[in-house]
């Protein structure tokens, strides 16, 4: 079993910038692939970044290139979410996320899930 516990997330302008992070417990040693996916009001949940955690190759959704970016620290089990520019269409409950499988950039059948850290970006 994995547990994942996120935090970071808060209200911020336009603009802001913000840092999750993921705390992973348990058997992560199985887990090759970890995930940032965002839920915002009305909408369907959608994958933001991934990383196989073996190599550290990533991956993001278009519409964050460039102002986020994910990132690990193996020594401390977390996981990570440089979140820059924020926008408010940026708003939504952020989820951390992780599978054994492969590949990672396609967001699907992860199965191991936080609870979310929301994230507020007022104009």
């Known amino acids: 079993q994995v547990q994942l516990v996120e935090s970071g997330g808060g209200s911020v302008q336009a603009g802001g910038s913000l840092r999750l992070s993921c705390a992973a417990f348990?058997?992560?040693?199985?887990?090759?692939?970890m995930a940032w996916f965002r839920q915002a009001p009305g909408k369907e949940r959608e994958g933001v970044a991934s990383i196989y955690t073996g190599v550290g190759t990533t991956n993001y959704a278009d519409s964050v290139k460039g102002r986020f970016t994910i990132s690990q620290d193996n020594a401390k089990n977390t996981m990570y979410l440089q979140m820059n520019s924020l926008k408010p269409e940026d708003t939504a409950m952020y989820y951390c996320a992780a599978k054994g499988g492969w590949p990672c950039r396609d967001f699907v059948r992860y199965n191991f899930w936080g609870k979310g850290t929301p994230v507020t970006i007022s104009s």
């Open positions: 348990g058997y992560i040693a199985s887990m090759n692939c």
